[in-house]
């Protein structure tokens, strides 16, 4: 073979000399499904089509609590900014959406611009030929170290679900327990007239209601972690998550009492304006604090960072402004040794799972991804790929783009379902967070 038919042929099977030329969006489609017929389990999904035949991308945009509103902002409001744009331009489609609405930010706005910042990073991969991980810097790190939650009505089922987790291989595990007194709290058990309450509520399509008080709460957590210590030992990070649902004085003497109990991360013990208290807990105990999962703008919870006032970022690269903006504050995060923990609950798509884990993989200032790995069958119908489980660490496969796909067929056979989010009152009848 001459040389210059062989440099030829090499050319033509590179996949760079078949980056597609005047590339452009030809169709933005908005499915909303729920295979798994889940109370949070609407997922909001957005496909960018191009008009290259077989060249698409597929994003997340659940944000569970305004799923349709997300959807209908899609439609009549991004979608139009898209059509005829060359998708390749991730960074300035990003910033041209998020200029677009003029009034921007917010939690229904950013789960839009994040999912479609997702889908174009899959069409990127695909026309380089390489997974999303590889384009972000490639892999620091070849596994990501995860968690998932024992929770129980009481201390000594928490023990056993930690057990069962560990025996899986879980080397970190959220530990949550029902307050004595409540009918309910956040991931623990129900009691069955609360659960009775929640089923009828979900049947008029209406919002469940909550009863909380923060008290018995703050004084039960402390001894949960006691009574872990010394069953299961010190061979295991244990983390829990208060999700903002104590007072700023709670929080500040819950992380004094922890520290004993040397927690991997105490997650959200605060409202994420109270700033102050940030700086309160930072002075007064060691115990390290992870914040970030209800930010919605691209910038929110900065402060935190740059006073080094947080341990780990939680953000939900659903709802910050997609891997773009994941890789940013993971940027920012940097120079303080800030890590990142990405939320990553069941009420996100495999889609985002998956785009968590291309970022995770990527940074080198990682701490831990949270992931759901039991889904339930139609979730895997639905969708091609979730990450996989190995012993205590999560994966994605090296596919191009970031490696999943859906089958739209199968999405419509589980339509919307409304399941409200509760809405939490105090015993005085007087709103609290969820
Ligand atoms: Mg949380």
């Not at 698409?56 to 305004?66: A, I, L, V």
Request: aromatic fraction near 8%.
């Amino acid at each position: 073979m001459k040389r210059r038919q062989f440099l030829l042929g090499s050319l033509a099977s590179a996949a760079w000399a078949a980056a597609p030329r005047n590339l452009k969006i030809a169709a933005v489609k908005v499915v909303v499904t729920n295979p798994g017929r889940a109370a949070l389990g609407n997922y909001v999904l957005v496909k960018i089509e191009t008009n290259q035949a077989g060249l698409w991308g597929w994003g997340d945009c659940t944000c569970s609590g305004s799923e349709l509103g997300v959807a209908k902002f899609l439609e009549e409001h991004m979608t139009p900014g898209l059509i005829g744009r060359n998708p390749m331009q991730l960074e300035d489609l990003w910033q041209t959406l998020f200029f677009l609405p003029y009034y921007r930010s917010g939690s229904v706005h950013m789960s839009a611009i994040s999912g479609i910042d997702m889908a174009l990073w899959d069409i990127k991969g695909k026309v380089a030929d390489l997974p999303v991980y590889e384009l972000l810097g490639g892999r620091a790190r070849q596994r990501l170290l995860t968690y998932s939650t024992a929770s129980g009505h009481d201390f000594q089922e928490v023990e056993e679900n930690a057990r069962k987790l560990m025996a899986r291989g879980y080397k970190v595990i959220k530990a949550q327990v029902a307050t004595p007194g409540m009918e309910s709290g956040y991931s623990v058990p129900q009691s069955e007239r609360q659960r009775t309450s929640t089923e009828k509520a979900y049947e008029a399509g209406l919002p469940p209601s909550e009863t909380w008080e923060p008290g018995a709460y703050v004084r039960t957590v402390p001894r949960l972690f006691d009574h872990l210590r010394k069953t299961i030992g010190e061979n295991i990070e244990l983390l829990h998550d208060v999700h903002e649902r104590i007072t700023p004085n709670q929080a500040v003497a819950l992380a004094q009492d922890l520290q004993p109990y040397k927690l991997f991360y105490l997650e959200d013990p605060l409202r994420p304006e109270h700033l102050d208290t940030f700086r309160l807990i930072r002075q007064r105990a060691s115990t390290p604090i992870a914040m970030g999962e209800v930010y919605v703008g691209p910038w929110e919870g900065l402060n935190l960072i740059e006073e080094h006032l947080v341990d780990y970022v939680r953000n939900d690269l659903v709802h910050c402004g997609g891997i773009t903006t994941g890789k940013k504050i993971a940027i920012a995060c940097e120079p303080k040794g800030i890590l990142t923990a990405w939320h990553g609950p069941s009420n996100i798509s495999p889609i985002a799972h998956i785009a968590n884990a291309h970022v995770s993989l990527s940074v080198p200032n990682f701490g831990v991804q949270e992931a759901t790995v039991d889904w339930p069958p139609a979730v895997h119908e639905v969708f091609s790929a979730t990450p996989s489980f190995d012993n205590g660490y999560v994966n994605v496969s090296d596919k191009p783009g970031l490696g999943i796909d859906v089958n739209e067929n199968a999405a419509v056979k589980y339509p919307y379902l409304r399941r409200l989010r509760p809405t939490v009152r105090r015993a005085d009848d007087s709103a609290w967070p969820y």
